[in-house]
């Protein structure tokens, strides 16, 4: 196991932990051993804790008097607890020593309101899920600080747990138990308007993607808030794997193909007929709607509409198959410029600046009200725009931010002190001009 420390004497007290060496363990005096950490935060306990040493959670907490609930102080694990890392690390008998014998909160809430349920979720660990639901009466419908419930940690499982033949599979047993527990919804939205369909899909989990289309009714016709279909996330990570997820999406899942079917009198079923069966029928359904509503009968305008409908129903299933055309029209320049409120002009010497706005536009608002870490803008872009390059430069990336795009976003310092980008709002554009 690989445990980075700032000292070697820590490295290998956290190595004692995890192996179960209670005599190296007790060869050094309290203040020492409550003292040792991790690079990330982590004490003695939360390793004794991740690696199932049961009888080294009992020492640590009843000889030398550690906190059961001791959290982790460091920033991107603060707040978590042993239990914690029993739960995520599928240790159930370290959980059970942990709560049932010592004490520890099985509710405790980390930063961003992260509990140990959610993290077993994450890790896809079923049997650790279901003791902590059925005996330990942890509530499954708890969400987070970002309104992620079981549903959503369930779509970010990491692709190394999540996969079993078919890319996501894995997952599948606990996503029929989630659904078989009363007050679990996955078409739920957290605050991003994500459903466990957008998460799916951003980790390319296919066989998840399919059961929530098949088995929970679940179509890819809602955008999130930053107006990312299910597909266009898939079509951001840009992997074989996530390709498929897209392809699938926009096949079986938009509600297009179901309404095209819908104006010419088709079922789902006479698409999915022989290739020359099911041409034969979308040509019979159209004729037999344009005898009814062609120009030549002097219809009403109203009826007019009605036959661009059929025109438009049947170019889509005999030709494009009746796929769906999920987008995000915010990644279109000529829209992002627009909305900036500056004119598409080709050949000009501001075109690079204006398009580099554009494309940091599309990419801020991903996030919404919640704006984007200044550490991550990079790795953002190249999702948003992954054959476009962020442009190099020697300055500090928000001093050329400010010179490039000062005019249309703008710097803030979020509650812990981080910078976050924000896009200006059309009002503020207007008091700057």
């Known amino acids: 196991m690989n445990i980075n420390a700032a000292h070697p004497r820590d490295q290998s007290l956290l190595q004692a932990a995890c192996e179960g060496n209670i005599s190296l363990l007790a060869s050094v005096d309290d203040a020492v051993l409550q003292s040792t950490v991790c690079t990330s935060g982590c004490t003695v306990l939360h390793w004794a804790a991740g ?177 990312n279909y299910a597909a266009v996330l898939a079509d951001m990570a840009n992997t074989p794997r996530h390709r498929i997820v897209a392809e699938y999406l926009r096949e079986h899942a938009s509600r297009e193909r179901e309404e095209s079917c819908a104006v010419l009198g088709l079922e789902r079923k006479d698409l999915e007929a022989a290739e020359e069966t099911r041409i034969a029928r979308i040509r019979a359904a159209y004729k037999a709607k344009v005898r009814l509503l062609h120009p030549d009968k002097k219809q009403t305008n109203d009826d007019l509409s009605e036959f661009h409908a059929v025109q438009k129903a049947y170019h889509h299933l005999l030709h494009c198959g009746g796929r769906g055309t999920q987008e995000n029209p915010t990644h279109h320049l000529p829209l992002m410029l627009d909305m900036q409120g500056n004119a598409l002009v080709a050949n000009t010497e501001d075109d690079d ?64 002190g981080f910078i976050r980008l924000h896009a200006l709002s059309t009002s503020q554009l207007g008091a700057r001009s």
Not at 81 to 107: D, M, S
Not at 363 to 391: A, C, T, Y
């Open 51 to 227: 690696a199932n040493q049961v009888e080294t959670l009992r020492y640590l907490v009843l000889q030398r008097g550690m906190p059961v609930d001791i959290p982790v102080a460091k920033r991107a694990a603060s707040g978590r607890t042993a239990l914690h890392y029993a739960c995520r690390n599928g240790a159930l008998q370290a959980a059970q020593c942990l709560v049932q014998e010592l004490g520890a909160n099985v509710n405790h809430k980390a930063k961003q309101g992260v509990t140990p349920f959610q993290l077993a979720v994450f890790q896809n660990r079923l049997e650790i899920c279901q003791w902590l639901v059925e005996e330990c009466h942890v509530d499954p419908t708890q969400v987070n600080d970002f309104g992620c419930g079981a549903v959503h940690w369930l779509g970010i499982v990491p692709i190394h747990r999540a996969d079993d033949g078919e890319a996501g599979a894995g997952l599948l047993p606990l996503a029929r138990w989630l659904q078989s527990l009363p007050g679990i919804d996955f078409r739920a939205k957290q605050k991003s308007g994500h459903t466990a369909l957008h998460k799916s899909s951003w980790m390319g989990h296919l066989a998840l993607v399919k059961f929530l289309h098949q088995e929970c009714d679940l179509w890819d016709d809602a955008p999130d808030d930053a107006g």
């Open 353 to 416: 600046v204006e398009f580099f706005k554009a494309r940091l536009l599309a990419v801020i608002m991903e996030f919404g009200k919640e704006g984007l870490d200044m550490s991550n803008v990079r790795k953002k872009w190249q999702q948003v725009w992954p054959h476009v390059r962020f442009p190099t430069t020697r300055e500090p990336l928000n001093q050329f931010i400010q010179r490039q795009a000062g005019d249309v976003v703008e710097f803030r310092r979020d509650d812990q």
